[in-house]
């Protein structure tokens, strides 16, 4: 059975990463140069190049400085989401503020594209089991799928243990997880980022590979549009956050072009949510709680025309 793999791309700026936050606070993010144009304009590029439609999740806060890029996204066929607006980890959130930054971001996303967004990912992989609330919360704001979930050791998010295929989180919300690899009872990390810059190229190609074959589905990758930036400015973080930012930089775009050779790739939408919906025996009927507002044409991939609106009229702060 030939396989579609799925690429999304973070998008967010070199100065709104975990690792630079003790140097780059969000109240000063507008002094810093923006990159996050230039460098997102280069992957459309690229993914052009090699006929690959992907999924980009967008930080609400670079869409309101930059509305052209999730409306150029859209009008080049690939898959819009969202990324959050402030990029804060959300087990470092009330449920309040969560649902307050979520639904700011898909509106502001919404607002530049006029199409309905339907997948989240958090910033730093950061929904685990601390967080119960947050997919009733995605839900209640119309996501039909999450992919926040990657089951590796990591300093910041660990979530080893998590599940490693799509499950369902919700009455009608699907979770899709980053790739990982499963040898000697561990979940490798192949889902691409600082693994794709920093590890050994072959562990990504054989996992992804072994994830294809002998599981016989989807992987989920993943990149940012600062990794392929080997010119950004150098921030004074500490020696750890610069090694985590800073290595691999100048040998990611060369390693993204071998996956765009070697692997069939396309968005989550279709190739992870979609084959993961159809698989799964009862199918998630029903709307959502905060319905779609009026004028936001159906993306040209989405199964239906998305339908009457309140408006984004639900004030329900949890």
């Known amino acids: 059975m030939s396989l579609t793999n799925a690429i999304s791309v973070d998008v967010e700026d070199y100065f709104q990463t975990e690792a630079m936050s003790a140097v780059a606070p969000r109240d000063r993010w507008d002094s810093f140069p923006a990159h996050v144009e230039a460098n997102t ?6 993914f052009a190049r090699f006929n690959v439609k992907a999924t980009f ?4 806060w670079a869409v309101e400085r930059f509305p052209q890029l999730a409306r150029k996204a859209h009008e080049l066929g690939h898959e819009v989401g969202c990324h959050s607006y402030w990029h804060r980890p959300v087990f470092r959130l009330t449920s309040t503020e969560f649902w307050e930054d979520t639904y700011r971001a898909r509106n502001v996303i919404e607002d530049a594209t006029g199409t309905a967004v339907i997948g989240y990912r958090a910033p730093n992989f950061s929904i685990n089991q601390s967080v119960p609330w947050a997919y009733p919360i995605l839900e209640e704001l119309g996501f039909q799928y999450d992919s926040s979930v990657n089951p590796v050791r990591h300093m910041l998010y660990d979530n080893h243990a ?4 799509p499950f369902r989180a919700g009455e009608r919300l699907l979770e899709l997880p980053i790739a990982t690899w499963r040898v000697c009872g561990q979940n490798l990390p192949v889902g691409g980022g600082a693994y794709l810059r920093i590890l050994p190229y072959a562990l990504m190609e054989n996992g992804i590979r072994a994830i294809n074959r002998d599981e ?5 990758l993943y990149l940012h549009p600062w990794e ?5 400015p150098r921030l004074q973080a500490s020696l750890k956050s610069r090694i985590r930012q800073y290595t691999g930089l100048a040998r990611m775009k060369s390693r993204l072009e071998l996956l765009l050779r070697q692997f069939a790739l396309g968005r989550i939408y279709d190739s992870v949510y979609l084959p993961a919906l ?3 025996q009862d199918k998630i009927v ?7 507002r009026n004028n936001l044409a159906a993306a040209p991939f989405a199964p239906q025309a998305i339908a009457d609106s309140s408006s984004h009229a639900n004030t329900n702060v949890h």
């Open 57 to 60: 999740f967008f930080l609400g």
């Open 216 to 220: 016989q589905a989807p992987a989920v």
């Open 278 to 280: 159809a698989n799964m």
């Open 162 to 165: 998590a599940r490693r295929h």
């Open 228 to 232: 392929i930036d080997h010119s950004q």
């Open 286 to 292: 029903g709307s959502s709680q905060v319905e779609p």
């Open 41 to 46: 304009q280069a992957l459309f590029e690229l």
